[in-house]
């Protein structure tokens, strides 16, 4: 179960505002393009699912990721998550072709095709978005303030996992009201987003 705390930002100069302030934290920042697959017959998505392929750094790394079950309240999402990695190669050959994800030898996509039914040659492709995540090491959390670019528009987020979500939220938002900048609670997943086709 992944527990993130997400909070929404209203543009790219409160994005910056937050960035600028957190330059001393900095870490890594990721360049992420995520492409999403379901089954022919909806088996994922009718069943609350969502089958996701990360692409990192100009194909540095590949994760493929099973989330399913997602509940999102008050800024706090709690998800099943299972992920593994995958040649990056290989991915990009699933992205062009999907149905070679049924022939993949992957925990992960064992799952899909035992616990979903997706049969061999059964996914299709539903595009995707790109994301530039900038990490950061706060006050001992792992902020994570993304960038998200989608065809209809940018969306701007700070995602922070925590075993201790309610903290978590209280000690960002006293940083973000202290520093003058708004938020609100994220009310949607980015695929979630995608799907809708227009930004919340």
Sequence with gaps: MEVEVKLRLPDSAS????????SPFHLKTHRQYNT????????????????RLRFYDDDAKCVVSLKAKAVLVDGVSRVEEDEEEL??????????????????????????????????????????FRNVRAVHEWNGLKLEVDETM???GTLYEIECESNEPEKAKKLLEDYLKENGIGYSYSEASKFAIFRSGKLP
């Design 87 to 128: 040649d990056p190669l290989i991915g990009r050959e699933c992205v062009a072709n999907p149905s070679r994800l049924g022939s993949i030898d992957l925990r992960v996509l064992r799952r899909v095709r035992d616990e979903f039914g997706v049969v061999d040659g059964g996914f299709v492709c539903l595009g995707g």
């Design 150 to 152: 989608y065809d209809f």
């Design 36 to 51: 999403f697959f379901d089954g022919a017959a909806s088996e994922l998505s009718s069943r609350r699912a969502v089958l």
């Design 15 to 22: 994005l910056q505002k937050l960035l600028s302030l957190l």
